[in-house]
């Protein structure tokens, strides 16, 4: 079975502060992990992808990733916050039906100027 | 930008309404979806469709009903509605079904419902 689970469902940062939003995941199988950005009023935007061709994805937004599998680990970093990275993060891992994704919690992400 | 259209983006329906909310998306994918979102909630999968067809409901009460006329489109009938079915509903597409794992979900702005 597959699931995610984000550490801290609020993060504060500092505008220009590093910003690092936790996932940790539980796969059977290899997985394809997801981290998706929700904009308020808006739908899921994708920003990254692991797909196992390499550990450090970059995103959109100079948003990327690390996969650690040795502490199943997907934490998205941003070396400085913006005011317009506020917003709600999703982490999701792919099942192993393709159909079937699971979604974390979410991660709402407050910049304080 | 989306490549997922959703219409309406915002819908109000008494509980005694028949509303539709549309999707359509034209990246030739083969899987959609049907989502819904409650606020600072993540999205709940409601159906899938793949290949125009409907491969999993989940547990969905009737008065949501999914249609797929063809592969570019993907209707949600709203009857008889509860006030506590107010949420964003958020369409979403796929390449490929189940016989492929790690397709990327590509997700519509999403209709916003409100039943009175």
């Known amino acids: 079975a597959q699931s995610v689970t984000q550490l801290g469902s609020h993060v504060s940062v500092s505008e220009g502060a590093l910003v690092l939003l936790r996932c940790n995941y539980s796969?059977?199988?290899?997985?394809?992990l997801f981290w998706y950005v929700q904009y308020p009023n808006q739908g899921l935007q994708l920003l990254l992808k692991y797909t196992s061709a390499a550990t450090l994805v970059k995103g959109i937004n100079g948003f990327e990733a690390e996969f650690k599998k040795s502490e199943t680990s997907f934490h998205l970093t941003k070396p400085s916050a913006h005011m317009s990275d506020a917003a709600e993060y999703f982490c999701a891992v792919s099942g192993a039906t393709g159909n079937q994704f699971y979604f974390g919690t979410g991660t709402s992400l407050t910049v304080i100027p | 930008d989306t490549e997922v259209t959703q219409t309406p983006k915002h819908l109000v329906m008494g509980m005694t309404n028949k509303k539709s909310l549309k999707c359509e998306q034209h990246?030739?994918?083969?899987?959609m979806y049907w989502y819904k979102q409650k606020a600072k909630k993540p999205p709940e999968l409601m159906f899938v469709?793949?290949?125009?067809?409907?491969?999993i409901n989940e547990s969905v009460p009737s008065r949501f009903s999914p249609e797929c006329p063809n592969s570019s489109l993907l209707n949600l009938h709203l009857h008889a509605l509860q006030p506590e079915d107010s949420a964003l509903y958020l369409c979403a597409s796929s390449q490929d079904d189940a016989g492929t794992s790690g397709n990327t979900i590509y997700f519509g702005e999403g209709s916003w419902l409100t039943v009175v």
């Open positions: 469709y793949s290949y125009e067809k409907l491969s």
């Open positions: 990246m030739g994918h083969r899987a």
């Open positions: 796969s059977s199988v290899p997985p394809y």
